[in-house]
């Protein structure tokens, strides 16, 4: 029963290893399961083609309870999952974590040759906020945010919390 608001992201990605470096060793997140799922109970949930094998990697920070689940189906069937799904129904649009410097964050990734939409941008909404979207791994969205008007969350680390997963 989620009682604490979103208890659990889910992220489906071309490559698991790519993304749970960026955020294991880049966010700072911590594993705290990384298991195979049953083929069975997949392939009937995801409609997905026999001898389809998922790995489902969970993710966690220091600042919330709330689990990042990355989730690579093999072998690629080249197809969404819920093909009767139209794009503009519904998706995941990004996902935005708080970072505590991101003038800091955005060249440090730069320097590693990462790529962003923009450099940082600050704007009111409703309060003061600076924002830039990374494209992460396997070409995920993913937003930067520092709260720039006062009072300013303490952020412990580089990364916090996640405080969106923006859908549309």
Known sequence: MVTSGIERIVISVKDVNESLAFY????????????HLEPDMIQHLGNL???TKARAVFLK????STLLELIE???HSGRMIREEAKPWDYGIYDIAFLVRD???TYNNLIKKGFTFLSPPITYPF???????IL??????PIAHIEIVSSPKPEIKEDYG???DSAQM
């Not at 060793?25 to 298991?35: E, H, N």
């Not at 920070?61 to 919330?64: A, D």
């Not at 409703?126 to 830039?132: D, H, I, Y």
Request: glycine share 10%; net charge negative; no cysteine.
């Open 49 to 51: 083609y026999e001898g």
């Open 102 to 104: 991101l003038d800091k």
């Open 73 to 75: 189906f093999r072998p």
């Open 126 to 132: 409703p309060f003061g906020v600076k924002e830039a």
């Open 61 to 64: 920070n220091e600042e919330q």
């Open 135 to 140: 494209i992460g791994p396997n070409e995920m």
């Open 24 to 35: 294991r060793d880049w966010v700072g997140m911590k594993v705290v399961i990384d298991q």
């Open 161 to 163: 919390k996640i405080v």
